[in-house]
């Protein structure tokens, strides 16, 4: 009885260790992906600026480009969450 109560302790230590495990690196992958999709946002910015007149080495976005970068950014931290949230559930 002895023996099967320790082998039962380390199953659910090594059980305990692959739940962090697989936490962590969900975690990391959703930390990844947004930083991935702030990227994409500030290129799309960077791709949008437009020079202002009479001030040489000055930009400009203009409000079109900047409210569609918002929700460029919204849309793909949605996906990042929800990509997260069903791995999650699924113990992936």
């Given at each position: 009885?002895?023996?099967?109560?320790?082998?039962?302790?380390a199953?659910?230590?090594?059980?305990?260790?692959?739940?962090?495990?697989?936490?962590?690196?969900?975690?990391?992958?959703?930390?990844?992906?947004?930083?991935?999709?702030?990227?994409?946002?500030?290129?799309?910015?960077?791709?949008?600026?437009?020079?202002?007149?009479?001030?040489?080495?000055?930009?400009t976005?203009?409000?079109?480009?900047?409210?569609?970068?918002?929700?460029m950014?919204?849309?793909?931290?949605?996906?990042?969450?929800?990509?997260?949230?069903?791995?999650?559930?699924?113990?992936?």
């Amino acid at each position: 009885a002895r023996k099967e109560m320790e082998t039962l302790r380390a199953q659910a230590q090594m059980r305990a260790e692959a739940q962090a495990k697989l936490l962590a690196q969900l975690s990391t992958d959703l930390e990844a992906c947004k930083a991935s999709a702030e990227m994409a946002k500030n290129e799309f910015l960077a791709r949008n600026q437009q020079p202002v007149k009479r001030k040489p080495g000055q930009f400009t976005i203009p409000q079109a480009a900047q409210d569609e970068a918002s929700a460029m950014l919204e849309q793909a931290n949605a996906a990042c969450q929800s990509t997260h949230d069903s791995r999650l559930a699924a113990g992936q």
